[in-house]
C-alpha cells in the first residue's frame, strides 16, 4: 500500500471506489470511503497537504496527469461539492461486483465483500448526512435505494 506518492495516495482516497475497481487498488477491498461532510473535509485537507510537500515526480507527463487529478478532485469534491447533490458517488461505494472477478483467491474476495457489506450502515448515513442537495425527486428515489441495498 505504500507503494504510491502521497499525493497520488490522497487522489486515490478520494475516489476509492473508483481505484479498487478501475485501478485494481485492492488494497481499498472491504472499505467504503467516508462521504460524510466531515470525512469529504479531512480527505480535502489530507490531499492540500501531500500537494502542498512540493514533491512533483519525475515524469513531466505523469505529473501532468496526477496535477490533473488532483485538481480534479478539488472540484468535485471541495467546490462543487458533488457528493452532496449526487447519490451516485455514494452507490458506488456500496458497490460489490468488483469481488465477482477472479483477481484473488475466493476466501479473500469473500472476507472483502463481507466486510464492505458490515460497513453498509455507515455508508448510508453518511449519505443521508451528506445528501443535503438533492431534488425532492432525486431524494425519494435514493431513500428507496438505500432501503433496498440494506434490506438484502
Known amino acids: 500500500m505504500n507503494d504510491l506518492s502521497a499525493r497520488l495516495r490522497a487522489v486515490c482516497d478520494l ?58 478532485a478539488r472540484v468535485v469534491y471541495g467546490e462543487l461539492e458533488l457528493y452532496r447533490r449526487n447519490p451516485l458517488i455514494h452507490l458506488g461505494g456500496l458497490d460489490l461486483a468488483c469481488y465477482d472477478r477472479d483477481y484473488a483467491p475466493q476466501a479473500e474476495r469473500d472476507r472483502a465483500r463481507l466486510a464492505q457489506l458490515a460497513a453498509w450502515p455507515q455508508a448510508v448515513d453518511a449519505a443521508v448526512e451528506a445528501l443535503d442537495q438533492v431534488s425532492a425527486p432525486v431524494a425519494t428515489a435514493t431513500t428507496i435505494e438505500f432501503q433496498s441495498c440494506c434490506q438484502k
Open 15 to 72: 475516489d476509492l471506489a473508483e481505484a479498487r475497481e478501475y485501478s485494481g487498488r485492492h488494497e481499498y477491498d472491504g472499505t467504503i470511503q467516508d462521504l460524510s461532510p466531515d470525512g469529504v473535509r479531512k480527505s480535502l485537507a489530507a490531499l492540500a497537504e501531500a500537494a502542498s510537500s512540493g514533491a512533483a515526480l519525475e515524469d513531466a507527463h505523469d505529473e501532468a496527469h496526477l496535477a490533473a487529478f488532483e485538481d480534479r
